[in-house]
């Protein structure tokens, strides 16, 4: 039975996707390689199908309003999903089905559409990961704009893997919003085991948050799904977090278990 919503509270969430279809990676010859990517499918998928179940309604926004596209490795049976087809499937289906057919995922609010009068409407902002977002999220103005009024009224905010690099957003105009915040992303050593399998150099999630002045969680727990909560904020280090963090999220857009400000 799905769960309800307290009724004087905003229903809409914000799905903050990037649209970038690759990554750069940086070779030893000084050259740049672009690394096909996109979202990771798990890390929308399983957070998503929580905020449906719940009675959440979902709005996507992107950085001009393209149609994102799945990271090719998130979508290997074998790889992603251990084997497991009909999670898979199930998985594909919600966001490359239902959300095109029912919701904007195909045509995503540009963040420059998204005026300042708009964002009370929403309860609460979620950026899923995948490589993606090191390419279109991270210095983003319009996105900074929007993450700015999340944080400034203590609105529940999730992100999980490469998601928290949108945070930097906030700093293109002003002071990075996240200082102090305890957060976890996908680590600087998941990231080296990354660059020893593409041969190159990538963009370190952690070690861009910390230099900004966060305080980065990492470890065994946060690598083998354990989530940070810091205010209003939940975090996550990879796939293996999406159950949790979705269902942290939720408890938090109902005002339960959300730590104060």
């Not at 926004?61 to 049976?77: N, V």
């Not at 999670?87 to 904007?104: F, P, R, S, T």
């Not at 210095?139 to 009224?153: S, Y």
């Amino acid at each position: 039975m799905a769960n309800t919503i307290q009724t004087d509270r905003p229903k809409k969430v914000l799905i903050v996707i990037s649209e970038a279809h690759s990554f750069p990676i940086k070779k030893s010859d000084g050259s740049t390689k672009d690394q096909p990517s996109g979202y990771f499918l798990m890390e929308l998928a399983k957070p998503l199908e929580k905020l449906l179940d719940a009675g959440y309604d979902v709005e996507f926004a992107s950085p001009t309003g393209a149609e994102p596209k799945p990271d090719p490795l998130s979508e290997s049976t074998i790889l992603a999903f251990l084997g497991n087809y009909w999670q898979k499937k199930h998985e594909h289906d919600l966001v490359e089905g239902k959300m095109k057919e029912e919701k904007n995922f195909k045509t995503p609010t540009p963040f420059a559409d998204i005026k300042d009068e708009n964002l009370r409407d929403y309860a609460g902002v979620f950026i899923p990961g995948g490589h993606a977002p090191l390419s279109d999220l991270g210095d983003n103005k319009e996105l900074g704009r929007i993450l700015q009024h999340f944080h400034d009224r203590h609105k529940p905010t999730a992100a999980i893997c490469h998601g928290p690099y949108a945070f930097l957003s906030t700093q293109v105009s002003g002071e990075f919003a996240y200082k102090g915040y305890k957060i976890t992303s996908w680590s600087d050593a998941e990231e080296k085991l990354m660059e020893t399998l593409l041969w190159g150099e990538i963009k370190k999630v952690e070690s861009s948050l910390r230099e900004a002045g966060a305080e980065m969680v990492e470890g065994v727990g946060t690598a083998l799904g354990s989530i940070t909560v810091d205010r209003e904020v939940v975090s996550g280090a990879n796939p293996m977090a999406a159950d949790a963090l979705g269902d942290k999220f939720v408890q938090m857009l109902k005002g339960d278990g959300a730590p104060k400000a």
